[in-house]
């Protein structure tokens, strides 16, 4: 059983691109996985502060974890600032994290030039908390996406220059992990390559069925094909992609059939669609709903989770301090 850690934004909602990119495979991770899941809360004060709105994201993000299936009686899940240990281990990291490295990380040159007026340190130091994160469990494997793997490259630079330091093999170094699958890329239904939240494009697990019917509607087509095995414009194998993943293996077939053969009705393919994706959708969106009432089960599993996660990081702020020489009287 190897280590892997789960870093989550906590903003957002989730959409069918989380869904079937990557959450549907955490949710089996955890029977074969030790996993740990946290909700990265100190990481997004580097850009947006906001005290009224920085709780409710939070619960909005564990609530539509849990909905999703990840399971607290398999997996630690638990809220960043949660875990203070980390937040020392961050400290320790940045002693040997140098302003060459960080100043050059694509991420922070990106934030830099969008938000000038705050170029704070807590933007430029967001690789070492990441690392911090990653490395206060000793983690085997982190599931990131592309945007993510420089400061996984950092995190283990930052192990190995650790254990060179101090002539240990203390830090494992970490390596991206894909679930031992292929990930599916689900596109937006705007005719573009990506649903993601910033392209306005999605469908929120939490969306309502008249909603998802709407916007499946409002999903761009073209004319429709003039000849039959014409190859489909991008619009339109979006929406087959789509419904290769919600839909059972004949409904595909069926729609694949009147495509080839010229008889295809959109209408008739996006009221199938809209169906298809309400049937994965509307379980999630009853348990969020659940969810969103229950306080106490929240509390409850936010609290376990934390004493979960600082058993682990008490046990390597304990071991990384004595290795650095600090020790109590
Ligand atoms: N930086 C990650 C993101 O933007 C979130 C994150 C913070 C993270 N700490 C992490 C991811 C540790 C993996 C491991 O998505």
Redesign the pocket.
Known sequence: MSIV?????STGNLHLGNYFGALRNFVKTQDEHTCYF?I?DF?SLTTHPNPKLLHDNVKNVLIEYLAAGIDPQKSTIYV?SDVPEVCELYLLLNMHAYLGELSKTV?FKEKARKQPQNVNAGLLT?PT??AA??LIHNSDY????K??EQ??ELTRKYARRFNNLYGVEYFNEPDAFNFGMELIKIPGLDGSGKMGKSEGNCIYLYDDSKTIEKKVKKALTDAGPTEANQPKPECIENLFTILRVVSLPEVVEYFENKWNIAEIRYGDLKKQLAEDIIKVTSPIRERILDLQNDESYLRNVAREGAEKARESARKTIREVREIMGIKPF
């Open positions: 850690l789960s870093g989550i934004r946290f990265a990481h960043q991420s967001y908390l990441m994160d990653i982190v599931p990131v996406g945007d993510q400061h996984l």
